[in-house]
């Protein structure tokens, strides 16, 4: 199995803010990565796929990037509809997700 | 426009098995460009997968769960299914089912878009 984990695990920050978190693969898992956007009561939003292609629709704010065993999301500029929980999850071998990063207001 | 429904028992009593169904529209579940899933999220937690249907009908499960899901489709529904067996308080969750991209060279297992999620207590 391939294990994802993500740091940090909370996260507070402020409008404006450049945020990154950080997800890392067990085993190589080359580019197959995608990262999800989940507000509360609501079902996870795809934002980032081939751990840097930006779903169309998604705001050029957020960015991804890695390949092997680590990876990254940036959002450059934190909006008020940012503060959310953001999950990594691969593609490489069966299935699985980070743990979640919870971005909260500072 | 693609959505997804889920739907099934709210209440599942211990080692009892728990159905749910996924009703999709707006796209016929036997496009070969994706596959069909189903995650779950326990209260509080973060995101576990549990399986995929292609489809073709083919199956890929969670190892932890493998012997006691399964996962079907009804083409002529166009909904896909999935039933996980032996349930204890640990099988409490959101479910949800989603698209998934089948593999390709430019996209390939990611999950877009996902239902709305079905909470599913087990308790006696």
């Known amino acids: 199995d391939i294990q994802m984990t993500q740091s940090p695990s909370t996260l507070s920050a402020s409008v404006g803010d450049r945020v990154t978190i950080t997800c890392r693969a067990s085993?190589?898992?080359?580019?197959?990565l995608a990262w999800y956007q989940q507000k509360s009561g609501k079902a996870p939003k795809l934002l980032i796929y081939?751990?840097?292609t930006l779903e169309t629709g998604v705001p050029s704010r957020f960015s991804g990037t890695g390949s092997g065993t680590d990876f990254t999301l940036t959002i450059s500029s934190l909006h008020p509809d940012d503060f959310a929980t953001y999950y990594c999850q691969q593609y490489h071998s069966y299935y699985s997700f980070g743990q979640g990063t919870k971005l909260g207001i500072k | 426009q693609l959505q997804l429904q889920e739907s099934g028992p709210g209440l599942v009593k211990p080692s009892e098995s728990l159905s749910l169904t996924c009703t999709v529209t707006g796209d016929s579940i036997i496009t070969t460009a994706y596959y069909w899933g189903w995650v779950r999220q326990s209260p509080g937690e973060g995101l576990e997968w549990l399986g995929t249907i292609s489809s073709s009908g083919d199956t890929l499960y969670n190892p932890s769960l493998k012997s006691r899901l399964s996962i079907s489709m009804d083409t002529s529904k166009n909904h896909f299914s999935l039933t996980l067996s032996s349930v204890t308080a640990a099988d409490t969750a959101l479910y949800y089912c989603?698209?998934?991209?089948?593999?390709?060279?430019?996209?390939?297992?990611?999950?877009?878009?996902w239902g709305q999620g079905t909470l599913v207590t087990v308790s006696s």
């Open positions: 081939r751990a840097s």
């Open positions: 989603a698209r998934v991209h089948a593999p390709g060279v430019v996209r390939g297992g990611e999950f877009d878009p």
């Open positions: 085993q190589n898992i080359n580019i197959w």
